[in-house]
């Protein structure tokens, strides 16, 4: 398969009065052309700060990427210039966020906020820009273009500025898509409806698609490939299928149990104890020993490396170490009812 | 609705309550819009719906936080919305404790957490002296799973779900009986969810109290509730006992919402047909007539924009407002 980005040992910290926040500490990722990587975690675990080291858009100060490399069909974007990065962002790589209703320009129409990094990136003129603007509406299943184009941002509901962000992000035919929890925001009839535009637009445009979310469901339903993000690390990385029915990590094993259930009935959610680590002390072992039932001595002194489950599924884990006692993970993660 | 001889105890009962906020002149935004429904005693009773469907307007109707346009609640067999004196509305507002969403901006910044769970039993006289007032305070952070040495903290120094426990403290404070819960998941994580949804059914077991869950989370609607009611522009659209709502959803809008879910089970999600509803919600000031839903229905016909459909008992203990189900109109459909 053809790499797009490849994430080095990324490390980002940020600079607070208290402390400094290690927030990424070491991840390595890559994300292969036309694929969708979903990244998991809950807040605070480093997904979103991951995306925006990406993106050149961590906020010096207070944050910093203080080590390794986020190579771009081989360019190392950490290297690059603000100038140069400008060639990216946008163009490249761009960027879906959360909230549809805080990331458009109120004071400006969507044809103009649209054509805006078209004129930038591809040098079309104004008359070009918005005719593609138009285009792009439509694309992206907005009725009346045309008269849609000349608008502002409050005109629109949520789910319909949502779908502006999405022409937005891909009005310059970007190679890759952060989309950084696309539909939390939204109700979940109008989530369905912008899910499925996504999809069908990756399969039109093979744009590969970084998905940031909390919600499995989200997930099963968009991803090729997942990466489990926990205390600043990913602690698990596996085609869907693997993380799903084969999880080796017990944090992904938490995940999947504490996601009731819709076809069956249980008598109580499987909840993980404790919170998550304070990253401006992190632990000095695995950030998961503290909440996980199968803690050892080991766990909480040293950080477990990566062990090949298969060809593509990859864990930290002392539990794969040989001398490790055998643990069979718990029943209450068969998902979507079914029972593996 | 039928008078049906039925051993449990309706504790609310919820008949044709209407609640409409002006925004303009001769404009009306009929937030709930004759809805009818009842919570039997020790039961959780979820209400689920998108956006601006009324569901939140309708918790807060119940308990009084906004009054009513036209209707009733009864709780426990007093009429929420009669004209009540100073002392007869205290008695209510112990009865009935809310939990809200947002755990950061429901508590008082400026206040201790002692101070923040002991305001009810102030307002209620319920400790005789400090002493009683402080171990009151101290044993509920322990029922609540966190521990007194909280107590002298402020509400910034804890974590969502930590605050959520606190929120949930607060309303155990005055003993009631009947507790609205709005939203009180939606701003945690995953794991955190959990938690706090186990605290909620083990106080319940314990207490033998009785909920009103508000959410738009279907799946975990599912898990707590009893029995579930589904919301559309205001309006009731289905209630039925969870799982058989879940099995056998009725209204065109249930199932859409239903299968609007994404499930995490990627065989599942790469199999599934779903029902994908087009446009958005309309607006509550100028809804639909007939049907609200029958504009993204996709069986509506002439009949939906007619005639409001009836609220009907399709099985035992299954209510639904829509003509495909009504005897007289379900020949203008072709299914």
């Given at each position: 398969?053809?790499?797009?980005?490849?994430?080095?040992?990324?490390?980002?910290?940020?600079?607070?009065?208290?402390?400094?926040?290690?927030?990424?500490?070491?991840?390595?990722?890559?994300?292969?052309?036309?694929?969708?990587?979903?990244?998991?975690?809950?807040s605070g675990s480093g997904k979103s700060v991951t995306s925006k080291a990406i993106m050149g858009l961590i906020p010096n100060p207070p944050g910093k990427i203080t080590g390794g490399e986020i190579l771009f069909e081989g360019t190392d974007l950490t290297k690059l210039s603000e100038r140069k990065m400008q060639k990216y962002r946008g163009n490249e790589i761009s960027m879906i966020f959360q909230d549809p209703m805080t990331s458009l320009n109120p004071t400006m129409t969507i044809g103009k906020q649209i054509a805006e990094g078209l004129r930038k990136h591809q040098g079309l003129?104004?008359?070009?820009?918005?005719?593609?603007?138009?285009?792009?509406?439509?694309?992206?299943?907005?009725?009346?273009?045309?008269?849609?184009?000349?608008?502002?941002?409050?005109?629109?509901?949520?789910?319909?500025?949502q779908r502006v962000v999405i022409a937005i992000a891909l009005a310059c035919n970007p190679k890759l898509l952060i989309a950084d929890e696309p539909t939390t925001a939204l109700d979940v009839t109008i989530q369905a409806q912008i899910l499925d535009l996504m999809k069908d637009l990756q399969a039109k445009m093979d744009t590969a698609i970084i998905l940031i979310t909390h919600d499995l469901g989200v997930v099963a339903?968009?991803?090729?490939?997942?990466?489990?993000?926990?205390?600043?690390?990913?602690?698990?990385?596996?085609t869907v299928d693997e993380i799903f029915y084969r999880p080796k990590h017990p944090y992904t094993w938490g995940l999947l149990s504490s996601m009731p259930k819709l076809h069956t009935r249980q008598s109580e959610l499987l909840a993980i104890p404790g919170t998550p680590p304070d990253l401006a002390n992190p632990p000095k072992g695995c950030p998961f020993a503290a909440r996980c039932p199968h803690a050892m001595k080991v766990c909480t002194e040293f950080m477990p490396d990566y062990s090949d489950v298969s060809d593509t599924q990859q864990v930290a884990c002392w539990l794969q170490d040989e001398r490790a006692p055998k643990v069979e993970p718990p029943e209450t993660i068969g998902v979507g009812g079914r029972t593996r | 609705m039928t008078?049906?001889?039925?051993?449990?105890?309706?504790?609310?009962?919820?008949?044709?309550?209407?609640?409409?906020?002006?925004?303009?002149?001769?404009?009306?935004?009929?937030?709930?819009?004759?809805?009818?429904?009842?919570?039997?005693?020790?039961?959780?009773?979820?209400?689920?719906?998108?956006?601006?469907c009324g569901k939140s307007t309708t918790g807060r109707t119940i308990i009084r936080l906004y009054d009513a346009t036209a209707g009733e609640v009864l709780i426990d067999g007093v009429n929420v919305h009669a004209k009540k004196s100073?002392?007869?509305?205290?008695?209510?507002?112990?009865?009935?404790?809310?939990?809200?969403?947002?755990?950061?901006?429901?508590?008082?910044?400026?206040?201790?957490?002692?101070?923040?769970?002991?305001?009810?039993?102030?307002?209620?006289n319920i400790?005789?002296?400090?002493?009683?007032?402080?171990?009151?305070?101290?044993?509920?952070?322990?029922?609540?799973?966190?521990?007194?040495?909280?107590?002298?903290?402020?509400p910034h120094e804890f974590s969502g779900g930590q605050r959520q426990r606190i929120g949930i403290a607060r309303a155990l404070a005055v003993d009631p009986e009947f507790i609205i819960c709005d939203e009180p998941i939606s701003a945690l994580d995953v794991s955190i969810q959990a938690q706090v949804v186990n605290l909620l059914e083990k106080l319940q077991k314990e207490r033998g109290l009785t909920y009103l869950f508000i959410a738009h989370d279907l799946s975990m609607v599912k898990h707590i509730s009893d029995r579930v009611g589904v919301m559309y522009l205001g309006k009731m659209t289905e209630v039925a006992e969870s799982d058989?709502?879940?099995?056998?959803?009725?209204?065109?809008?249930?199932?859409?919402?239903?299968?609007?879910?994404?499930?995490?089970?990627?065989?599942?999600?790469?199999?599934?047909?779903?029902?994908?509803?087009?446009?958005?919600?309309?607006?509550?000031?100028n809804p639909p007539s007939g049907c609200r839903f029958r504009t993204r229905c996709p069986f509506a016909t002439e009949v939906c924009a007619q005639v409001t459909p009836r609220w009907t008992e399709q099985r035992k203990d299954h209510w639904v407002a829509c003509h495909l189900y009504d005897d007289e109109y379900k020949g203008n459909f072709n299914r």
């Open positions: 398969m053809d790499k797009l980005l490849e994430i080095k040992d990324l490390q980002v910290t940020f600079k607070t009065y208290a402390a400094t926040v290690q927030a990424v500490r070491g991840v390595n990722l890559t994300v292969n052309k036309r694929e969708t990587l979903a990244i998991v975690g809950e003129s104004k008359s070009e820009a918005r005719k593609r603007a138009v285009q792009l509406l439509d694309l992206v299943g907005i009725p009346n273009p045309q008269v849609r184009v000349k608008q502002y941002p409050h005109e629109f509901s949520g789910g319909m500025r339903n968009m991803a090729h490939r997942v990466a489990v993000m926990y205390g600043g690390k990913i602690v698990e990385t596996g | 008078t049906q001889k039925n051993e449990r105890q309706k504790y609310v009962e919820v008949n044709n309550l209407k609640k409409h906020f002006k925004v303009g002149r001769n404009a009306y935004l009929r937030a709930v819009d004759d809805v009818s429904f009842y919570i039997y005693k020790g039961e959780t009773f979820g209400l689920v719906g998108e956006s601006g100073r002392a007869e509305l205290k008695d209510l507002n112990k009865k009935v404790q809310m939990i809200f969403q947002d755990p950061y901006a429901s508590l008082n910044p400026r206040m201790t957490v002692k101070d923040i769970i002991a305001e009810g039993i102030d307002v209620h400790a005789k002296s400090k002493k009683e007032r402080d171990e009151r305070v101290y044993h509920l952070l322990e029922t609540v799973g966190l521990n007194r040495e909280h107590a002298n903290r402020y058989e709502l879940y099995d056998n959803p009725l209204h065109p809008y249930t199932q859409a919402l239903l299968s609007a879910i994404p499930v995490p089970d990627p065989d599942y999600e790469r199999t599934r047909e779903r029902i994908i509803l087009e446009g958005d919600v309309p607006s509550p000031v």
